[in-house]
């Protein structure tokens, strides 16, 4: 099998108007990077066309890699399972619903000689005010809470190098706290601003409700992890 050096995973949940935009323009960057690699997208358990739209583009893509989940599982889950599938040394995560731009991806890549993720920070967020301010404010709660500092904790565009998320803890949710608990393990992280669109086509899948609530519950999960953690260096051996 031939070795793949960065393997692209995107979560996809009934995005059949974005699929046949999307697919087409990631190629064209990632077929510019001059590295060789493959597109994981991962269907969630769609309720639209969007596996058929997929499975009918893999004959045109030849790296195009199709999951497809038995029933809608959430974005936590959807990302694992494309994480799990990929063969590159590097991953890179989008989202299906064209509002992350792949031209981002080269400029997130060239930060892994220094570090071991770049994560992207919406700097400029073309979302609804009301959805805006609800990440703003779920950001500052988890912050404060779990003692960072991370601007765009929600971000799904996200670079790194494999081996960050071998031995992460998995849950259902886990997608708001990559970057926490990849720094946990020890790795180095930086947020990069990076382009952010208005939706296009299909509605948001998450609202007030789910954002706020739901997320709260994990990130009391996420701080007694941090504190409870095990941490320790070893001095000698004799």
Known sequence: ????????????????ENLP????KLTEVLAGLGISYEMIFVDD??????REILKEMASQYPFLRIIGLKENRGLSTALYA????ARGEKIATLDSDLQND????????????????ATGWR???EDPWLKRISSKIANSIRNRLS???IKDSACTLRVFKRECVQKIPVFNGMHRFLSTLVKMEGYRIIEVPVFHHPRRFGKSKYNIRNRMVRSFIDLLGVRWMKRRRI????????
């Open 82 to 85: 494309g994480m799990r599938e």
């Open 147 to 149: 003692g960072e500092e």
């Open 231 to 238: 941490d320790y260096e070893i001095e000698e051996r004799i």
């Open 102 to 117: 792949p031209a981002d991806i080269p400029r997130l890549l060239g930060y892994l000689d220094r570090y071991d993720m």
């Open 123 to 125: 700097q400029k967020r």
């Open 45 to 50: 358990g769609s309720r639209d066309r969007s």
């Open 21 to 24: 935009i999307l697919i087409p």
């Open 1 to 16: 099998m031939q070795p793949v050096e960065i393997s692209v995973v995107v979560p996809v949940f009934n995005e059949e």
